[in-house]
């Protein structure tokens, strides 16, 4: 690690966030301000506020999550927001999703390092793995694109009455606005943009919150899951 990318030490409301899970929260941030450099999963600018602008603005997203539900983290990344997720919510059963190799590898050491045993690491598309994953809960994802391509992507994936969490910036209120009809003909039945992380971080983390009805992803995804599906079955019977 460089002096340049020296990682602070955790700030207080790291203790107070992640509790008994503090030392794999600081174990993670260690592996993210090293092995994630190295493998180009974080810039090494960001190591200096590894705890602020990613670690705690991710697990923040946990005051919005119901208890023991079904997760997937689409395009998981370096694992944010799904791993601290995962550090400050036990309850939860989460898949990271992540279609690179080399994420995925750095994923499932995490994982098997921090010895969360309620995640598992899946390599893939959102479209690759709709109908071979079982329907979630809850979808979370972190501005890996535009909030209608990301809907395109995580809204097939939810269970019938789902919702999707996506951290989003400032300009959330207007990209949900000029998302809106694309939205509705995924099954979108409500959307809402929450502030979450008061006391801990600031500014707040900003969630669009993104609820389906009984046809998560609209008539045409569930003709394609329902496909899906009848093609699992044909294997297994072989």
């Not at 260690?30 to 190295?38: I, M, P, R, S, T």
């Not at 997760?71 to 694992?79: F, I, M, N, P, T």
């Amino acid at each position: 690690m460089t002096e340049e990318a020296a990682l602070p030490q955790a700030p207080e409301e790291a203790r107070a966030v992640f509790g008994e899970c503090f030392p794999e929260a600081v174990r993670y941030a260690e592996l993210l301000a090293d092995a994630g450099v190295e493998r180009g999963l974080i810039g090494p600018r960001e190591v200096p506020r590894l705890w602020e602008r990613h670690l705690l603005n991710c697990a923040v997203l946990s005051e919005v999550v119901p208890e023991g539900v079904t997760v997937c983290d689409v395009g998981s990344g370096a694992g944010l927001p799904g791993i601290p997720l995962a550090l400050v919510r036990p309850d939860l059963k989460i898949t990271l999703l992540e279609p690179l190799l080399r994420r995925t590898n750095f994923l499932q050491e995490v994982v098997e390092l921090l010895g969360l045993e309620h995640v598992t690491v899946v390599r893939g598309r959102a479209e690759e793995v709709l109908g071979k994953l079982p329907p979630v809960h809850v979808v979370t994802a972190r501005a890996v694109a535009p909030l209608d391509r990301l809907a395109g992507w995580g809204v097939p994936l939810l269970r019938p009455y789902g919702e999707m969490l996506a951290l989003k910036g400032d300009t959330a209120e207007e990209e949900l606005k000029s998302t809106r009809s694309a939205l509705s003909k995924l099954g979108v039945v409500e959307t809402e943009v929450l502030h979450v992380g008061e006391g801990v971080v600031d500014p707040l983390s900003t969630v669009v919150r993104v609820k389906v009805g009984e046809s998560p992803g609209g008539v045409r995804f569930a003709a394609k899951r329902a496909k899906a599906a009848r093609t699992g079955r044909t294997r297994r019977r072989r």
